[in-house]
Every structure is written in C-alpha cells, then in structure tokens.
C-alpha cells in the first residue's frame, strides 16, 4: 500500500513482493550454494556470507555485486518494457531471477507459504523482541495490534519466557490466536481482561 500511495518512492513498473519462498527451477553458471529442485526461503535482501549479514546488520548492505541498486536489475519485461525488480525480489511474479546468496535452504517439510512469512513479518516481530526491547525472562509485554508482526511479536515474547504478555486488538479472532501463540491476557479496551 505504501508504495501504491507514494510515501515510498520507486521506478515504476514494477513487480512488488519481498516475501518469498520457492523450489529452484534452474542455476547459471558458478552458482554451488542449490540445484533445481531445492526449496529455498527469498528473505528481504542478501544474505548468507557477507560482512553485515554475519554481523546482524543486512540493512546496510552496500555489495552490489548480489544486491542491485533500484531500477538497475534488468530481469523483466512485460509487452516488451523493461519492469523494475523491488528488492532484487519481486516475488509477486511467477518466477524470480536472485542471486543464489539471497537463498536460504529450507526443510522440505516446510511448506512455501508459511516459510514465507519468516523473511519479514516474524523475523520483524520476534526480532523486536529479543533486539529492540530485549525482552528477559519474567517480563510483561504488551503487544498493540495482533496482525502478522504482532503476532509473531507475542510468540517471541512467549519464546524469551515473559510471564505476562497482554495482546490489544479490536478482532476477537486475533486475540483468540494471540492467546493460541502465548499471549496470557487479551485486551480489546483499554482495560485488560483475563
């Protein structure tokens, strides 16, 4: 929506979507890290062995050898016009083009649509937990909005051993999966109810 609003600015056309997952169809040459067949997750951006992905920091990747500056990836066309790629993803179309170091290999198990919310929805959650508020045991939480990062938030805080966690939202059904995901109190008000 944001993009589609403007408050962030891109070359269009273009082909949205940085949540993915997917099975390998094909390799270039040089590449080692799959084969066809694999099952990989796509997270937001490169990953894997450079020095700010091994540090924590993918956001201020500057290697753009894997990582493609906007409007530079030349990957699609549609009716003969080029399309640009947002962020060297694109994953709403029906096949990608990535550098095999923005794959991570996945459990076959797995199935693609839920590993695909780990990219950027849970990583944001869990990780709001445990690197932003570095929530420790015994801790009360309070989430305000049980959508999917949310969500994913009540889950890592249940995961960090918070005692009390308290999940706000005005959707009956996202409290009850709150409280399925650890969540010990649901609010739909101000005052928290049990």
């Keep these: 929506m944001?993009?589609?609003?403007g408050l962030y600015p891109i070359a269009t056309p273009v082909v949205l979507g940085h949540e993915s997952s997917a099975v390998?169809?094909?390799?270039?040459?040089?590449v080692t890290y799959v084969k066809p067949a694999t099952r990989d997750h796509l997270p937001f951006g490169v990953l894997r062995h450079l020095p700010q992905c091994l540090t924590g920091h993918p956001n201020l990747c500057?290697?753009?050898?894997?990582k493609m500056l906007p409007g530079?990836?030349?990957?699609?066309?549609?009716?003969?016009?080029?399309?640009?790629?947002?962020?060297?993803?694109?994953?709403?179309?029906?096949?990608?083009l990535v550098h095999e170091n923005a794959m991570v290999k996945i459990d076959p198990d797995i199935p693609l649509d839920r590993a695909a919310l780990v990219g950027?929805?849970?990583?944001?959650?869990?990780?709001?937990?445990?690197?932003?508020?570095?929530v420790e045991p015994?801790?009360?939480?309070?989430?305000?909005?049980?959508?999917?990062?949310?969500?994913?938030?009540?889950?890592?805080?249940?995961?960090?051993g918070a005692e009390r966690i308290i999940a706000i939202d005005t959707v009956a059904s996202k409290l009850e999966l709150a409280r399925e995901?650890?969540?010990?109190?649901r609010s739909t008000s101000a005052t928290p109810t049990r």
Excluded: P
């Design 138 to 160: 015994g801790s009360t939480v309070a989430v305000i909005g049980c959508g999917g990062v949310g969500l994913s938030a009540v889950n890592g805080a249940a995961l960090a």
């Design 62 to 66: 500057e290697n753009t050898e894997v």
């Design 120 to 134: 950027c929805g849970v990583m944001t959650g869990v990780g709001a937990v445990f690197n932003a508020a570095k």
């Design 2 to 5: 944001h993009y589609l609003e």
């Design 24 to 30: 390998v169809e094909a390799v270039g040459d040089g």
């Design 181 to 185: 995901l650890g969540a010990t109190t």
């Design 72 to 96: 530079v990836a030349r990957r699609m066309t549609w009716n003969g016009q080029q399309l640009n790629q947002a962020f060297n993803l694109s994953s709403f179309a029906e096949q990608m």
